[in-house]
């Protein structure tokens, strides 16, 4: 489905009662896919490129009502019917390229990856507590995965991950590396990822930020576990291959 249609069913569904789950596994996409659609529903703002103009926030506003009113005259037309439907009255044409960056936050461990979080401003503790760590849940689901306290949360050194309200939480619902060690991507599974996330996306030319944005969960998406496992699992041998300032072998763990 095109990006349009998958706003058309995500609104489609919601209006006709569907839970954010429910709706995921309707159209076998991520959870965090159709809260971002939804979201983008509420703000029309942040729908629309801030280079369009009025008539461009009209026809969102037009084809949200038109959705809207379809989907309470017929609760039984399918999604794709009604994707159609906008699809004929509704062309919107984005073909310019869109060349922002977009700040996004993720979790692996070994057969454990979390929702992808997009990140709408700059980070501070309180973002990072509230938006990223427990919007994420990366503690819950590690407990349900390796248990209370059985597994190591590793984060980059960055302020708002070490300031000590974010240490505090942190600490107190699990076992925390620290410090880690600066300027040290090849040491951290999830810095390895990013760059293989990156060249999939080299070629992509999206034309707005939630297009933009779609792509990237898409990358996400797809990295597969058997790429996940092997990051995870040659940790300690990149550890293993790290020299201290004495010429020293530092000893491999995880």
């Known amino acids: 489905m095109s990006n349009q249609e998958i706003r058309i069913n995500i609104l489609s569904l919601r ?10 596994i ?6 965090s896919k159709v809260r971002y659609w939804l979201r983008k ?4 703002k ?15 506003q037009e084809l949200k009502n ?12 399918s999604s794709l019917t009604l994707s159609k439907k906008c699809q004929e009255i509704f062309c919107m044409d984005e073909r310019k390229k869109f060349g922002k960056k977009v700040m996004i936050w993720g979790g692996i461990e070994y057969r454990l990856q979390t929702d ?14 509230h938006d990223i760590i427990r919007k994420s849940k990366i503690i819950k689901k590690a407990n349900e995965q390796y248990g209370e306290w059985g597994w190591i949360f590793q984060q980059d050194g960055a302020r708002p991950h070490t300031s000590k309200k974010s ?9 925390v590396l620290s410090p880690w060690p600066p300027n040290s991507p090849d040491l951290n599974p999830i810095e390895i990822l990013w760059s293989i ?54 000893n491999g763990f995880f």
């Not at 038109?66 to 037309?77: A, G, H, I």
């Not at 401003?121 to 990072?128: F, I, Q, W």
């Not at 999939?200 to 930020?209: A, C, F, G, H, I």
């Not at 699992?233 to 291959?241: E, G, N, P, Q, V």
Request: net charge negative; hydrophobic share 35%.
């Open 15 to 24: 209006n006709s009662g569907y839970s954010l789950r429910q709706i995921a």
């Open 167 to 175: 240490m505090d939480y942190l600490q107190y619902r699990c076992n």
């Open 116 to 129: 992808l979080i997009i990140i709408g401003s700059s980070v501070d503790t309180e973002t990072y507590i």
């Open 197 to 250: 996330m990156d060249k999939r996306l080299k070629n992509v030319q999206p034309s707005n930020e939630e297009e933009f944005i779609l792509e990237i969960i898409r990358v996400w998406e797809g990295i597969t576990w058997e790429i996940i496992e092997n990051l995870v699992t040659s940790m300690t041998k990149r550890i293993d291959l790290v020299i201290d300032h004495e010429g020293q072998s530092i």
């Open 41 to 44: 529903w509420e703000d029309e």
């Open 26 to 31: 309707h159209l076998d996409i991520n959870v």
């Open 46 to 60: 942040r729908i629309t490129n801030k280079k369009t103009g009025p008539k461009n926030n009209k026809i969102t």
């Open 66 to 77: 038109f959705v809207e009113q379809e989907t309470k005259k017929n609760r039984s037309m």
